[in-house]
């Protein structure tokens, strides 16, 4: 199991952990289709998890319902028969959830070494990338995201009424609320400053994910790995 797989394993237990909370809300659901959408690993690890719930589940009611006195030939013909149904049914909900919430291709985009680069998106939206910068977006219904793979970029952004634009970079992910703001990487780091309006920037780590609001000109500096970041006033 690497890093990434081991992480997203334990996202999905917090999400389920969320959203079986008794005071889990509509915000939350939000965020957590915007997670699913994310990435398409997302939907399996949690799917994978469900899973095993189910199974649990599906044991335990078994048990409790076994008529008294039936022989252990007919116990263990019904058990692995009520999982494999409760199996069954994850795999038709991991199918429908695939086509529900993966967005559409992946666009990729690179600016030269020695040159920064300017691309208007699909929705007229204009990302500005630094020298050698690469960054993947994709378009899809409900979502416009963005991920920084390498370098930085600028986005200045479109209006997208229930399509939210939203970028992610290393373990941030970034929700635009104003117009213009910009995200880089750095060793360790994920940097994110704001220009026109502010931003949302949320933090995988922890019991739970953290969110911190990031008003017009300020920059959050944020270790990669961790809860730790400063804010500071942009330049």
């Known amino acids: 199991m690497n890093r990434d797989d081991n992480q997203t394993r334990v996202q999905a237990a917090r999400w ?46 078994l048990t409790k319902t076994l ?11 019904a058990r692995p028969t009520a999982i494999a149904a409760s199996l069954a049914f994850v795999g038709l909900a991991t199918t429908w959830m695939l086509f529900i ?8 985009l690179r600016a030269p070494r020695l040159a920064p680069s300017t691309v208007e998106l699909a929705d007229g ?15 899809g219904q409900g979502l416009r995201e963005a991920r920084v793979v390498t370098g930085a970029a600028q986005f ?21 609320i104003g117009r213009v703001f910009a995200v880089g990487l750095g060793p360790g780091q994920v940097w994110v400053t704001t220009i026109s309006g502010g931003v949302r920037v949320r933090c995988w780590h922890g019991l739970l994910p953290s969110t911190a609001e990031l008003p017009a000109g300020r920059r959050m500096i944020a ?6 970041a400063r804010i500071e006033k942009s330049i």
Do not use: K
């Open 16 to 61: 389920d952990a969320r959203l079986r909370a008794p005071d889990s809300d509509r915000r939350d659901r939000a965020d957590f289709r915007e997670w699913l959408a994310d990435d398409p690993r997302n939907v399996v690890e949690y799917d994978r998890l469900t899973a095993a719930i189910s199974l649990l589940r599906a044991d335990r009611q």
């Open 101 to 108: 919430d993966r967005a559409g291709p992946e666009t990729i």
């Open 67 to 77: 008529p008294r006195g039936r022989s252990p030939g007919w116990r263990s013909f």
């Open 156 to 176: 200045a952004i479109t209006r997208g009424g229930d399509r939210p634009f939203v970028v992610t970079a290393s373990d941030r992910r970034i929700t635009a």
């Open 223 to 228: 270790e990669v790995g961790s809860d730790n």
């Open 125 to 139: 939206s204009r990302l500005s990338l630094t020298p050698g910068s690469e960054v993947r977006v994709r378009f």
